[in-house]
């Protein structure tokens, strides 16, 4: 379970961006890449050579490891495809968040590392972002945590399979809300970042990691599909967790890992739909929609509250 | 339908429409306020004809269709028109900024939370749920009446508050009588008219509608 959990959102991530890269082309009436590039791309930057700068130091070569590791450890912990996984006893919400924000401290240092202007603008932004979203992620699923009693992640998931009803109360909506739009800020999804653009002074996480290439360059994009795909089965499987094995039974882990690729694959197309209907934010205009984001995690913690 | 339903639907009505008020501090421009108002008056139509349905009231359908002829289809065109003759200035330089009126607002639903708790305590209907929801509406009608320069802003803050208001009566008695209610909305719209002729002086006046400069108008 260590290992089919890590490995199962490692093979999903790329193809999950190919498919909202591949809708969103689509949606824009381009032919786009296949749904499978992102895999190509990584084979691609694994087989080429490193170059570093004169001036990195040693956290500049670390972080990509860093980066990969925290992400790879955080689908380690959550409930991907089974509920009360196997790390259980570590798998708590405030890992999560910890785990989350230890990659982007890393990778922030890692761009302000090689002295570069470019690199520090976008860890500055990064930071900024962060420090407004990560509260609100925390604050997000502590709605739900209230309402089932713990902050395991795995007893969240169990308390909705128990009481369905609970799927459709004020604190899971307005949680769901603050969740997506946090979804979009951390991992770095319009309107707070676009990840198409090739203007730097635009980007936000693109921007910390130009200096990177080769097989570091490799790890820290599958990192930031990975963060991608955590935030899609946070919202899916916290949510609506129906499909998810509870038993290590292998029918319902098959069913599990199906119910998994659907969901993901929903949230991809409404992602897709929603980045191609809006713009991208000015930055000064980001706190406004964090602000909102947070108030509406403060209104699930107190809607929860208020029902318990 | 069963209670537990009837109840959980309710609660997401009205925190949809809580939401929608949310809308009215984050946008700026007063054409997403105006229809920000008027998806927040058709959740409000079909809560009416929800607790209609679940509680047997002929009369509550009645208003709620009332309440779609005024608030979705009278009043927002009516708004509408008015933006379009002198709503041209989006708002600036509001007293707070949109961050602030966001977090403030979110501290006044917590109050609302607070101050219901007694009525939370007492009441025995399935709607009580939504009550301190329909008093935080209340409260952010008031805070954008409150923090806003233009006059259409706060006009449109000032429906949000009937709006909570009239979600207040539905959760907490399950309506108010036919003819009050009735009463309300003429009420309701004589006070848009009364407001909309204001707006057209203050615009004559002082080419613009940001009440600020009705300052000017003390010296």
Redesign the interface.
Known sequence: MLILQPALALALAPGLVGLIRWLKARLQSRRGPPPWQPYAELRKLFGKEVVVAHSASWLFRAAPYLVFASAVVVTAILPLVLAPGALDGIGDLLVVVYLLLLGTFVLALAGLDPGTAFGGMGASREMTVAALAEPTVALAIFGLAIGAGSTNLGQIVLQTLRTP?LA???SH??AF?ALFIVMLAEAGRLPVDNPGTHLELTMIHEAMILEYSGRYLALIEWAAWLKLLIFFTLLANLFLPWGIATTFAPGALALACLALVAKLAVLGVILAILETRIAKLRLFRV???L??S???G??AV??S???V | MSEAVFAQLSTFGASVMLLFGFVLLWRRSPRAHITAFREQSVVLAVLFALVGYATADRELYIVAAALWGLKVVVMPWYLLRLERDVGTDRESRPYLNVAASILIAGALVLFAYAATRPVLAVSQLPTRDGIPLAMGLIFLGLLVVVSRKQALSQIVGFLMLENGAALLALLGTFGIPLVVELGVFLDVLLGLLVMQVFVYHIRTTFESIDVEQLNQLKH
């Open positions: 009803i459709a109360s004020p909506l307005l809300a706190p406004e929609l602000a909102v947070f108030v509406l403060l209104l107190t809607a509250f208020a029902r």
